[in-house]
């Protein structure tokens, strides 16, 4: 008698995660396994029966366990030492455990082995053709071209969406990445799934699995436009929420003339390429091939069978892996309004002379939403670039009295990393996502159009800033720094265009004049695009729409009266009361002879000024104080406004009352001068007593006039 284990990977996948498969990790949250070039783990696998008598007659001649389940070395791992108890018979499929003739009760094997891997990525230097030639596969992979039980390459949808996806391709490996990219992009991850194996066709349909049915679908999808594709078994490290540590895994293999096979694991987003945790244990043509299978011969006699136990563990680590692409990220918009788009452009470069596939992510920010994926799979050509994307959308709801600067970052799967920022803020230009995607279609088709790279253009737009229903001058400087003639240039900015032809090495410049004649404020944008059959370039400017400054002089703040010995504080306020912004601003504070100024280039929010004054400078009783704003608009034109108010001293120093005692000298020698104007000594007195006034106060006005307000 004999039976088939069905404990293959995905039972085991089930296993692990019900606690009924045990593994076993010597450090499950090291994340840091995802990184290494190389480490040294060790791998033991085994498993328990149990032969139960089932009468007393009972007997049994013998037991047999086909374990296909066996570490080898390979391209990214070598065996370095391994223990196999009881000691098995070989074969292709893997290791025959025998028991002749065994008692009743518990048998058991184990295989222990020290596997030395690496980060696997298989150098492909050169263009492999596609559609791949018959002639060029060997006769021993061309089994993997084959429909079996699970991969059912001739279901028509099965067919439709592999033609689909590799129609126009000429390249084996941005053909293979076609698929790939697209499994990662639509299929949900689902431990539900786990329990059973699905055919291809199934998982298509319904669109959800785990790592079994994330190859499945795309060895299928391979095999369908002819590509060889198999299925492998073995052990990984995961760091999903769902699995944590090592653990049971399955990924494919993609057969490449005159390379050998490419790995791709979905689960991890490793597109042509393994991290140093992954062990292979075994390739195969269906995922339903078995792990285990187990026969025996005998009378009345029941097999019990326990699961495959894997357990992993790391004995030694290499180094972090080394970037394998440089990263330069920037915005496309440096500002923002709130509830607006913005677009995250990361340059990616391969400067090595083989391909490179690699996953990119960008970081979450609070208040700032990814729009799609925020990660995505970019295959470079050798010593090539490309630029990737991120459509990105601002939160409408942030606090207007805010400028919030957002930082994001650009990490590839080697630790290449970038980031860029830029800022959001209350009446900033707000662009819609039509804006932002019609930006993406113009950066596309610049890509596309083979000479675009030799075509330099640069706008600006002088001024920058002005008022509603004015004009702006929009001049673009356009350069031809290839090898050829361009000739019909169209440079359009809206519905007004211009055709230019320039010879190698000519510059010309193109000038547009810009009316806005919407009474609308705020920032507002003009797309200028040159293109002809071969060219495609487009420059983005934005010009600012502002109202007319006007400032108001508020929240005036000071005491009535105030004592000569004490401090006293003035308060006020530069309120803005339109969105225009008033330019080299002076402010003054007048008291008398006395001043305090202020100068400022923008104001661009409203401002509060406190001045702390000391009593003792104040005349006695009123003193008369202004407050004055003058301020530009966009073309020079001067404002200005103004507030007065009055603050009495009730006290008075010695020279103050000095001051009176000479005015109140004046006023009686005054009175009577004109009662006693012919009394000599009236008049001697009144001589004398000018005298002693214009001293007294000329010292005293000298004093007075050299102290300082503040």
């Not at 292709?92 to 009760?105: A, C, H, S």
């Not at 009361?577 to 003054?588: M, Y």
């Not at 305090?596 to 000024?609: A, G, M, P, V």
Request: hydrophobic content about 35%; some cysteine; proline content about 3%.
């Amino acid at each position: 008698m004999s039976i088939n284990s069905r404990k293959n990977l995905k039972r085991a996948l089930l296993f692990a995660l019900v606690a009924a498969l045990v593994f076993s990790s010597a450090a499950a949250s090291e994340e840091k396994y995802l990184y290494l070039d190389s480490a040294k783990l060790r791998v033991q696998l085994g498993a328990e029966m149990k032969l139960v008598s089932l009468g007393e007659k009972s007997y049994i001649n013998y037991v047999q366990a086909n374990l296909s389940f066996m570490p080898k070395d390979d391209l990214n791992q070598h065996v370095e030492r391994i223990d196999i108890q009881p000691a098995p018979a070989e074969s292709k499929d893997g290791y025959i455990f025998r028991w002749t003739n065994p008692e009743m009760g518990k048998l058991a094997f184990k295989v222990d082995a020290t596997v030395k891997t690496k980060h696997f990525l298989h150098r492909v230097n050169s263009k492999v053709p596609f559609p791949v030639a018959k002639s060029d596969i060997p006769q021993s992979v061309k089994k993997y071209l084959k429909e079996t039980e699970n991969i059912d390459i001739s279901d028509p949808a099965i067919v439709e969406l592999a033609s689909e996806l590799t129609e126009g391709k000429d390249d084996l490996f941005k053909a293979v990445f076609s698929i790939a990219d697209w499994i990662m992009n639509n299929l949900k991850y689902d431990i539900t799934v786990s329990n059973r194996v699905e055919s291809a066709s199934w998982i298509l349909e319904n669109r959800k699995g785990v790592c079994d049915e994330y190859s499945t679908l795309f060895i299928a999808l391979a095999r369908a436009v002819g590509i060889p594709a198999r299925y492998v078994s073995g052990v990984a490290y995961s760091n999903l929420d769902v699995i944590q540590g090592f653990g049971p895994h399955a990924w494919a293999e993609v057969y490449f003339p005159e390379y050998g096979w490419v790995p791709f694991d979905f689960t991890y987003g490793e597109l042509g390429y393994v991290d140093a945790t992954h062990v292979k244990l075994k390739t195969s043509l269906d995922p339903g091939d078995t792990s285990t299978r187990y026969e025996w011969e005998g009378y009345l006699v029941k097999l019990e069978t326990e699961p495959l136990d894997i357990k992993t563990e790391v004995m030694g680590e290499g180094e972090n892996v080394k970037p394998l692409v440089s990263i330069q990220a920037e915005m496309l918009k440096d500002k923002t309004g709130f509830g607006s788009y913005n677009l995250l452009i990361a340059k990616i470069r391969n400067e090595n002379d083989y391909y490179v596939p690699t996953r990119l992510q960008i970081s979450q920010t609070n208040g700032l939403e990814i729009i799609g994926e925020s990660k995505k799979h970019v295959l470079l050509e050798p010593n090539s670039e490309k630029d990737v994307m991120w459509l990105l959308h601002v939160s409408d709801e942030l606090d207007s009295n805010f400028i919030y600067t957002f930082k994001t970052g650009v990490f590839s799967a080697r630790n290449a990393s970038a980031y860029a920022t830029f800022k959001a803020a209350e009446g900033e230009a707000v662009y819609s996502r039509e804006d932002i995607e019609k930006v993406i279609e113009d950066l596309q088709e610049e890509e596309e159009k083979v000479y675009s790279d030799s075509i330099e253009m640069t706008c600006e737009a002088e001024p920058e800033s002005i008022y509603p229903n004015s004009s702006t001058n929009v001049t673009c400087t356009i350069e031809n720094t290839g090898t050829r003639s361009v000739e019909g240039l169209e440079v359009c900015s809206g519905e007004e265009c211009k055709e230019v032809n320039l010879g190698i090495a000519q510059q010309t410049e193109v000038v547009f004049q810009k009316h806005f004649p919407e009474e609308e404020t705020g920032k507002k944008e003009i797309r200028i695009k040159a293109s002809n059959e071969l060219v495609s370039k487009t420059e983005y400017l934005t010009v600012s729409l502002e109202e007319k400054p006007s400032l108001k002089i508020e929240n005036v703040t000071y005491p009535r009266e105030v004592n000569g010995s004490e401090k006293f504080s003035v308060e006020f306020s530069l309120k803005k009361e339109s969105k225009g912004i008033p330019r080299n601003l002076k402010v003054e504070l007048l008291q008398g002879p006395n001043k305090k100024t202020w100068n400022i280039k923008e104001l661009e929010r409203d401002k509060k000024f406190i001045i702390n004054i000391e009593g003792s400078v104040l005349a006695r009783k009123e003193n008369k104080f202004v407050i004055l704003a003058t301020y530009e608009g966009l073309n020079g034109e001067t404002y200005q406004t103004r507030r007065e108010f009055f603050i009495n001293r009730t006290d008075a120093s010695l020279t103050n009352r000095i001051i009176d005692f000479a005015d109140e000298i004046v006023k009686s020698t005054g009175n009577e001068a004109i009662t006693l104007g012919k009394n000599l000594l009236n008049w001697q007195t009144l001589v004398v007593s000018l005298v002693i006034f214009i001293i007294v106060s000329t010292i005293i006005l000298g004093k007075k006039n050299k102290r300082e307000l503040w």
